[in-house]
């Protein structure tokens, strides 16, 4: 219970957090971030990591003159791509392994099956469309690893999704996060950034909850 509450405590007030490990690491927040970042998209039992938000915020420091923004953009673009390949080549050597057995340890079923209704519907382009949903992005480059994308084809979709991606959130922050309206409700923009990024799953999550229902009915 504790822990939830400190990670809900990171999430709420990311603001002063980053600060603090601006201040005490220095250019080791790089590494840091980079080491975020990259867990979140790679390890497939780790999709509780921030990721929308916590670029917003490193992007808001950089405009602040805390971080170098290019390099920001740079290395955090490099560990969602690098995440992304791990975990797919992770989904690759281990995926139908996993999924032979009934209950897997650490991994959700569900989360594999949701993302697997991703890729039905959008095909390479889950790997796009994942980026910004959290939970789904953790599971798209393990799903595609399994088998529903070759390598060459992944590599371009995810190349493209990594860079759109910490673009989109770290220049975000940076020209957005330091406006005073934004900066004095800094908390309220990120429960809304968090709430919107997580917006399309639930949707899903619901849409895919009344099918049954209403083939029950049908019938």
Same mark, same amino acid.
């Given at each position: 219970?504790?822990?939830?509450?400190?990670?809900?405590?990171?999430?709420?007030?990311?603001?002063?957090?980053?600060?603090?490990?601006?201040?005490?690491?220095?250019?080791?927040?790089?590494?840091?971030? =980079?080491?975020?970042?990259?867990?979140?998209?790679? !390890? *497939? &039992? %780790?999709? @509780?990591? $921030?990721?929308?938000?916590?670029?917003?915020?490193?992007?808001?420091?950089?405009?602040?003159?805390?971080?170098?923004?290019?390099?920001?953009?740079?290395?955090?673009?490099?560990?969602?791509?690098?995440?992304?390949?791990?975990?797919?080549?992770?989904?690759?050597?281990?995926?139908?392994?996993?999924?032979?057995?009934?209950?897997?340890?650490?991994?959700?079923?569900?989360?594999?099956?949701?993302?697997?209704? =991703?890729?039905?519907?959008?095909?390479?382009?889950? !790997? *796009? &469309? %994942?980026? @910004?949903? $959290?939970?789904?992005?953790?599971?798209?480059?393990?799903?595609?690893?399994?088998?529903?994308?070759?390598?060459?084809?992944?590599?371009?979709?995810?190349?493209?999704?990594?860079?759109?991606?910490?673009?989109?959130?770290?220049?975000?922050?940076?020209?957005?996060?330091?406006?005073?309206?934004?900066?004095?409700?800094?908390?309220?923009?990120?429960?809304?950034?968090?709430?919107?990024?997580?917006?399309?799953?639930?949707?899903?999550?619901?849409?895919?909850?009344?099918?049954?229902? %209403?083939?029950?009915?049908?019938?």
């Amino acid at each position: 219970m504790v822990y939830i509450t400190r990670v809900i405590d990171f999430f709420l007030h990311l603001d002063k957090h980053l600060g603090v490990i601006i201040q005490d690491y220095g250019i080791w927040t790089y590494l840091i971030l =980079f080491v975020i970042i990259f867990s979140e998209t790679g !390890l *497939v &039992v %780790a999709p @509780f990591l $921030p990721g929308d938000s916590l670029l917003f915020a490193a992007g808001a420091f950089a405009a602040a003159g805390a971080l170098d923004p290019w390099l920001l953009f740079v290395i955090l673009s490099l560990a969602a791509i690098l995440g992304n390949t791990v975990n797919y080549w992770v989904g690759y050597f281990v995926g139908p392994g996993i999924l032979k057995k009934n209950k897997i340890k650490f991994i959700k079923k569900e989360h594999l099956d949701r993302t697997h209704k =991703f890729y039905e519907k959008y095909g390479g382009l889950t !790997l *796009v &469309v %994942a980026r @910004f949903m $959290p939970i789904i992005r953790t599971f798209a480059p393990f799903v595609a690893g399994i088998g529903f994308m070759n390598q060459w084809r992944f590599h371009l979709y995810n190349i493209t999704a990594g860079i759109a991606w910490v673009g989109m959130f770290v220049w975000g922050g940076y020209f957005f996060g330091n406006l005073p309206v934004v900066k004095n409700n800094f908390s309220i923009v990120i429960i809304t950034i968090i709430f919107i990024s997580v917006l399309p799953a639930i949707i899903s999550y619901f849409k895919a909850r009344r099918k049954p229902t %209403a083939n029950t009915n049908k019938s």
